[in-house]
Each structure stands twice: as C-alpha cells, then as structure tokens.
C-alpha cells in the first residue's frame, strides 16, 4: 500500500503543478492583452497636443488611482494561484474540502462572486 500512497502523493502534486502552470499562462495571456492594449491607445488620445496630451491624460489617471481605490473583482487566476500555493505546502485535502464547501469538484465550476469567501476560509490553511 504504500507504492499506492505515493504513486496518489504524486498524482495530487502533479495536478498542482497543472494548475499553477495554467495560473501562470493565463497570468502572461493577460499582460500580454493589456499591453497590446496600451500601447493601441496611446496614438489615438495623443491628438493635436502630441506628447503633452498623453501625460495629462496618464496624470489624472493616476490621481484618479490614488483618490479612489478601485476593488477590483478577484479572478479565477488568482484565486487558483493561492490555492495552488496551499496544495503544495501539504494543504491538499483541504482544498478539496474548501472546493466541495463551495459545490464544486472544480474551481472553475465555482461561482465568481464566492472567490473572496473562498480565499478568506484558504487564508487560514
């Protein structure tokens, strides 16, 4: 049995690492996304004014950061990053237990709006 035990050890971390290299792949899609992004935009708000446009415009973006702080909503990326995270460091059966909790065999089958619950109850893991 204890072949059996290690040959399931393994398989648990091995899915572990499949979901922290998913969380990384979707990490990069994204900044990848955002640049892309940017770097279309910054011609167009550029207008007549050049350069000098551009940097009003990037400086009451940023006060505007600073004054409100935006909450963004957690996603499935982060989320799965952190239990990830409590998977490798021996935490794997209570990440099971947090996923059923929550209805789901899957992370991604869990609804977007229980992500903080989520990671509030895997925080103390």
Do not use: F, W
Request: aromatic share 0%.
């Amino acid at each position: 049995m204890g072949k059996v035990k290690l040959l399931l050890d393994v398989i648990g971390d091995l899915r572990s690492l499949a979901d922290s290299l998913q969380a990384v792949a979707d990490a990069v899609e994204n900044n990848d996304a955002a640049a892309e992004l940017t770097a279309t935009k910054e011609p167009e708000k550029a207008g007549k004014n050049g350069k000098a446009a551009a940097k009003n415009t990037a400086k009451k973006d940023t006060k505007a950061a600073k004054q409100e702080p935006e909450e963004k909503p957690l996603t499935l990326e982060e989320v799965r990053a952190v239990l990830a995270e409590k998977s490798r460091s021996g935490h794997t059966e209570e990440v099971r237990e947090l996923l059923a909790k929550h209805g789901a065999d899957k992370l991604s089958e869990i609804d977007p709006a229980e992500y903080a619950a989520l990671l509030a109850e895997a925080e103390v893991l």
